[in-house]
């Protein structure tokens, strides 16, 4: 299993990105998806997932309301639209995977499965 996230940039505040995740390897149906983001010098943070087979998307408090996960199974592709963007957003994303039976998991080391991460920057 692959992972491979794309769609990082820089924004200004209030600003919007999307980012992709492209999964290959295997049929992704059990799965949940999940965003995690590293600002510096903290800790991999939970941002949000995404039951691969019944789009049922989980968010961290942060975010809701600001960023939808979503994911097109034609193209095995999830995807973070990321709206009204603040300073405090700026982190490398990560697109992660992992096999069960709930509709959501928010830790790390749930996760088995990561992609190379993606840096978002947010200017004040």
């Known amino acids: 299993v692959q992972l491979q996230a794309s769609g990082g940039g820089l924004v200004q505040t209030g600003g919007s990105l999307r980012l992709s995740c492209v999964a290959s390897g295997r049929t992704f149906s059990s799965y949940v998806m999940g965003w995690f983001r590293r600002a510096p010098g903290k800790e991999r943070e939970f941002v949000a997932s995404?039951?691969?087979?019944?789009?049922?998307?989980y968010y961290e408090d942060s975010v809701q309301g600001r960023f939808t996960i979503s994911r097109d199974i034609a193209k095995n592709t999830v995807y973070l639209q990321m709206d009204s963007l603040r300073p405090e957003d700026t982190a490398v994303y990560y697109c992660a995977a992992t096999r069960g039976r709930r509709t959501y998991y928010r830790n790390v080391a749930s996760y088995d499965t990561w992609g190379q991460g993606t840096q978002v920057t947010v200017s004040s």
């Open positions: 995404i039951s691969w087979s019944g789009g049922v998307p």
